[in-house]
């Protein structure tokens, strides 16, 4: 299985942009309002939405260090 190492996901369909992670809502540029994490090299964005959704997940591996 070969791993994407593409940092900036493409918008379905070709066009450049930014999708989310989680539902797949694509953006033109990086809405102030998303978040976005590194994963073995790999940038994934969230959109606010799934951001709020998922927060405990996400506060959860942050290091004791941001705390």
Do not use: Y
Request: glycine letters at 10%; charged letters at 30%.
């Amino acid at each position: 299985m070969e791993h994407d190492t593409n940092p900036h996901p493409e918008r379905p369909g070709g066009d450049d942009g930014i999708v989310c992670a989680g539902c797949g809502k694509a953006a033109e540029e990086m809405p102030v309002t998303w978040t976005f994490s590194v994963e073995k090299g790999v940038r994934h964005h969230l959109c606010d939405d799934c951001a709020r959704a998922n927060i405990r997940a996400i506060e959860g591996r942050l290091d004791s260090q941001w705390w």
